[in-house]
């Protein structure tokens, strides 16, 4: 019996030692061990492997309650966020335009038209937003929590809201950029948001195919600039 004792504590300390998840019983220790599947499509990708992730949905919420995030400044922003905190993140000139101008005629003054048809640019945040968004979704990629693939033709990143993170202050804004641009877009068209970011890598996804959003409206913001590595 001694000899059995001392064998099972002989186990139990290698167990702490090799593998520290081995008997962590939270959703996080949990979240950890599941083996997610491998994200393969690059078109009509949306579904692929539904059921293992909607089983886990719970699960992985609770894991990435419990991890916790890294800059909660971020969170704090709601639609009624007052002006001062909205101000940290909204590009000086957008603001400007936003609270101190003649709205619709100030914004139109910063919104750029491209070459393509019905494609225009502005900027929007303050570069100090992006650093800090980057660095909460590195925050997160490094937790060892599954993470869903963006759409479904991203393989990799995250869709926001399921990291907590929808982005909802910005949104009045978005709003009123639209607004200003005078399309004939109906307000109730643009009440449903799907806020997520794709992640682009060697070995992984390198561009993304021609294709058409099933959306009224697309929004695409550039968080790396040209200077950071060529990432765009």
Not at 149 to 178: D, F, K
Request: proline share 5%; hydrophobic share 35%.
């Amino acid at each position: 019996n001694t000899n059995n004792n001392s064998d099972n504590n002989e186990n139990n300390a290698s167990c702490s030692l090799v593998d520290a998840t081995c008997q962590d019983d939270s959703p996080l220790g949990r979240a950890r061990r599941l083996n997610p599947p491998k994200p393969n499509a690059t078109v009509s990708g949306e579904l692929e492997d539904s059921s293992w992730w909607d089983e886990h949905y719970d699960l992985l919420q609770q894991a990435i309650q419990e991890y916790g995030c890294q800059h909660c400044q971020l969170y704090d922003t709601m639609p009624s966020t007052s002006a001062a905190t909205v101000k940290k993140f909204l590009h000086p000139a957008l603001y400007q335009a936003l609270y101190y101008g003649t709205e619709e005629i100030a914004i139109r003054k910063l919104i750029q038209a491209t070459a393509a048809d019905g494609v225009y640019q502005l900027q929007l945040l303050q570069p100090e937003f992006a650093t800090l968004l980057l660095e909460e979704l590195d925050h997160y990629e490094s937790s060892g929590i599954p993470l869903r693939r963006p759409n479904g033709m991203n393989r990799y990143g995250a869709i926001l809201s399921e990291l907590g993170l929808p982005l909802r202050w910005i949104y009045p804004t978005l709003w009123r950029v639209i607004a200003a641009l005078d399309w004939d877009v109906a307000f109730e068209d643009v009440q449903e948001v799907y806020p997520f970011v794709v992640r682009y890598r060697m070995h992984q996804d390198v561009k993304l195919a021609s294709h058409l959003d099933a959306s009224a409206i697309t929004i695409n913001v550039c968080l790396h600039s040209s200077e950071n590595n060529g990432k765009n």
